[in-house]
């Protein structure tokens, strides 16, 4: 059963207007979208977005006139939007956490704690699948993937244990990956007294390399600043530091745009124009309470931050 993080803290963050039009960027197992359309008015309007295929099979299941799901990457948002002639938006959720079922279905790949085949594609119609990409990816290649995207100090050691162990048979499944990580790094924290499954890092940085998870973020917050309307939010829920330093750095810039080199042939107006603020933050960092992480352990490492269009 797939809890949703933040749920109404995210949802009052947006300010619901009753005949707004709002975009749910990441429908999941739709918590969040549900709860915005029990705010909406009659004339309001909810577009929701899933690269995952069975999101979207459940988004389809509600059956609402003010709501629709699209099946692709938020990445593409804006030029999603104008095909259904949206231009402005009222407000922007993203959640970039995974859905419990997406983590607990054995055959998509994505999850140490039950075997199943090394998938880690959100969007199983496209792209290379893990295996596949561990298969013939450089030792090199794979120790920067690990140590970029997984913050994992051992990186180095792991992608040599991968090239020789894929040289005695294909890693075609999650506990052959997991088992390889664990002989490299679980002396190692062993000594440290960590807790913490090792090859977590690891697979979280497969997992967001096979589906360019960072760049597809990067990609579509500016997108949200041009689609909102003025007083509109955006909402973003992050999972781990990677994503939030992206958006933290984001909204910081949009906030405090860098000043203008002195001397630059530019009269005052030109001046405004391109160092004007775009966005204003809501607020602090928001992070689940002890109540919501005793409830649903995945919540804990969630941090939600909110800004203003201006």
Known sequence: MHITVLLHEAVDALAVKPGGVYVDGTFGRGGHSRLILSR??????????????????????????????????????????????????????????????????????????????????????????????????????????????????????????????????????????????????????????????????????????INQELDALSLILPQCVKLLTKGGRLVVISFHSLEDRIVKRFMRAAVDPDELPRGLPLRDRDVRQLSRQTLKLVGKAIRPDEKEVTVNTRARSAVMRVAERV
């Open 40 to 209: 909406l008015g009659a004339n309001g309007k909810l577009i929701a977005f899933d690269k995952d295929l069975a999101a979207v099979a459940s988004g389809k299941q509600i059956d609402d006139t003010r709501f629709c799901i699209k099946h692709g990457d938020f990445s593409q948002m804006g030029g999603m939007l104008q095909e259904l002639g949206v231009y402005h938006i009222d407000g922007v959720l993203l959640d970039l956490g995974m859905s419990s079922p997406q983590l607990e279905e054995a055959s998509r790949g994505f999850s140490f704690q039950s075997g199943g085949p090394l998938d880690m594609r959100m969007n199983t119609n496209q792209g290379q699948t893990a295996a596949q990409w561990l298969a013939s990816v450089s030792e090199s290649c794979l120790a920067a993937v690990i140590k970029n995207y997984g913050e994992e100090r051992f990186a180095k050691q792991i992608a040599r244990a991968v090239v020789m162990a894929r040289a005695q048979e294909p890693i075609a499944t999650t506990q052959q990956l997991a088992k390889i990580v664990a002989a490299v790094v679980r002396p190692r924290q062993h000594q440290r007294g960590k807790k913490q499954h090792p090859a977590t890092r690891t697979f979280q940085a497969i997992r967001i390399f």
